[in-house]
């Protein structure tokens, strides 16, 4: 990636994106911002809960207020990360073009990087006007274990491919877990567990009274 020369004209902020379901945030996501604002010089890194999540159908996400609320608890002792309500606030599915559109409007002075796990990049095509994604930002894709990293074909100079530290944490997993009775400790921050354990997700019956509540909180 080239990276910004003396009298190229006004500097452009470089701003990363990391869009997710967030539900919960874990320390996965949080490696691979911080990884790509490394590697990539990135002024700032935007965490964008979706708003509803058209492909994760067939299983019921938690309300966005909640997956909203658990990745402000995870970034905000990062000064260079933030979070964005743009796809929370917007109504219908949430599509990655609405979202660089509005952050584009929102930030002018701003080249945005979009960054995604190797699982996502691999269906990118199947995302809706796939593709006008790569006029709006530049893709990183970065490593997931259990994922084969590769371009999916998106055209030349569209997507920068990056290895990060591996953690095998997924989502799926920490819920699993929690209904489970299974700590989530270190797998998510822990304002995280503390949030999961006070407004008793993932449980497997919402009403369940048993001791503690799966998540090793108490
Ligand atoms: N452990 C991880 N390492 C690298 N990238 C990850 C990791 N977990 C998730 N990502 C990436 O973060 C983005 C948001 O992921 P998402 O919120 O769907 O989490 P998830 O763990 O994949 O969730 P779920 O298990 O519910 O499908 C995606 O681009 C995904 O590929
Ligand atoms: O634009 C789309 O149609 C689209 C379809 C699936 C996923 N995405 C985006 O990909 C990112 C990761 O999504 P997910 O579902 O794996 O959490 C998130 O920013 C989603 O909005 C986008």
Same mark, same amino acid.
């Given at each position: 990636?080239?990276?910004?020369?003396?009298?190229?004209?006004?500097?452009?902020?470089?701003?990363?994106?990391? =869009?997710? @379901?967030?539900?919960?945030?874990?320390?996965?996501? *949080?490696? &691979? +911002?911080?990884?790509? #604002?490394? !590697? $990539?010089?990135?002024?700032?890194?935007?965490?964008?809960?979706?708003?509803?999540?058209?492909?994760?159908?067939?299983?019921?996400?938690?309300?966005?207020?909640?997956?909203?609320?658990?990745?402000?608890?995870?970034?905000?002792?990062?000064?260079?990360?933030?979070?964005?309500?743009?796809?929370?606030?917007?109504? =219908?599915? @949430?599509?990655?073009?609405?979202?660089?559109?509005? *952050?584009? &409007? +929102?930030?002018?002075? #701003?080249? !945005? $990087?979009?960054?995604?796990?190797?699982?996502?990049?691999?269906?990118?095509?199947?995302?809706?006007?796939?593709?006008?994604?790569?006029?709006?930002?530049?893709?990183?894709?970065?490593?997931?274990?259990?994922?084969?990293?590769?371009?999916?074909?998106?055209?030349?100079?569209?997507?920068?491919?990056?290895?990060?530290?591996?953690?095998?944490?997924?989502?799926?997993?920490?819920? *699993?877990?929690? +209904?489970?009775?299974?700590?989530?400790?270190?797998?998510?921050?822990?304002?995280?567990?503390?949030?999961?354990?006070?407004?008793?997700?993932?449980?497997?019956?919402?009403?369940?009274?048993?001791?503690?509540?799966?998540?090793?909180?108490?």
């Amino acid at each position: 990636m080239e990276q910004p020369q003396p009298g190229d004209g006004p500097v452009k902020k470089r701003l990363g994106v990391m =869009g997710g @379901t967030f539900d919960p945030i874990h320390h996965g996501h *949080l490696v &691979a +911002a911080s990884e790509v #604002a490394s !590697l $990539f010089a990135l002024d700032e890194v935007v965490f964008v809960p979706t708003g509803e999540p058209w492909q994760k159908d067939g299983r019921p996400v938690s309300a966005a207020e909640d997956r909203y609320l658990m990745t402000v608890i995870a970034t905000a002792s990062n000064p260079q990360f933030s979070v964005s309500r743009i796809d929370v606030d917007r109504e =219908g599915p @949430t599509y990655t073009t609405d979202t660089l559109r509005d *952050l584009r &409007a +929102a930030h002018a002075d #701003a080249d !945005l $990087f979009f960054i995604t796990g190797a699982d996502a990049l691999e269906q990118i095509f199947s995302w809706r006007d796939a593709e006008e994604l790569f006029d709006l930002a530049h893709f990183i894709g970065v490593t997931r274990p259990g994922h084969t990293l590769t371009d999916p074909g998106l055209p030349a100079g569209g997507v920068s491919l990056v290895e990060v530290p591996a953690l095998a944490i997924s989502s799926t997993d920490c819920r *699993l877990r929690v +209904a489970r009775g299974e700590p989530v400790w270190y797998l998510v921050p822990d304002g995280v567990v503390r949030y999961i354990d006070k407004r008793r997700l993932y449980l497997e019956d919402q009403d369940d009274h048993r001791e503690g509540t799966g998540t090793g909180a108490a």
